[in-house]
């Protein structure tokens, strides 16, 4: 599964940084490496807890994507541009956590994927939880929004390692 190979090249990658490096931040308004990995496992779990909602609902929802919501599935990822977010949803992520504490983040989300890849298919593709972005979305569209945004931040990440000292 290709998420999964992303996901674990992420987590290997996380060998060649120095506790320093993980912690750099070249302007205080520009995310440390660090942070960047916080925010992907946050936003991972949250769209796996909305995947596994779906696996709860009984009663289907007639209600759709969103215009972008359709483009971002259509062309199965997200646009080359950088997304900022509502001031209020935008917390500056985590820039405490050590290599160790990562890659075991890392695992949990892993795991979680792989305790649901034979599962996902099998729930009704009307039962949908609403992305405030994107629409109304099925368990299938939440599972595989995790490898979508993995691969989003890909740009992120050589740019963050290419400013390291």
């Excluded at 500056?92 to 994927?113: A, E, F, T, Y």
């Excluded at 569209?141 to 995790?146: A, S």
Aim: hydrophobic share 35%; with cysteine.
């Amino acid at each position: 599964m290709r998420e999964l190979k992303l996901i674990n090249t992420y987590k290997n990658e996380l060998q060649k940084y120095s506790l320093e490096q993980l912690r750099y931040k070249s302007e205080e308004a520009v995310w440390s490496i660090g942070q960047m990995y916080d925010h992907l496992i946050l936003v991972a779990h949250e769209y796996l807890d909305n995947m596994e909602t779906c696996a709860t609902l009984n009663e289907e929802q007639p209600h759709g994507k969103t215009e972008f919501g359709e483009h971002l599935f259509m062309i199965r990822g997200f646009p080359p541009i950088k997304i900022k977010l509502p001031d209020e949803l935008n917390t500056p992520p985590n820039n405490s956590d050590s290599n160790d504490v990562l890659i075991s983040r890392l695992d949990q989300v892993i795991l979680r994927l792989n305790q649901w890849e034979s599962k996902v298919d099998h729930i009704n593709p009307n039962y949908k939880v609403e992305h405030g972005g994107f629409g109304w979305l099925n368990a299938r569209e939440w599972y595989d929004l995790v490898g979508m945004h993995f691969r989003h931040h890909l740009r992120q990440k050589d740019e963050l390692e290419q400013s390291l000292v």
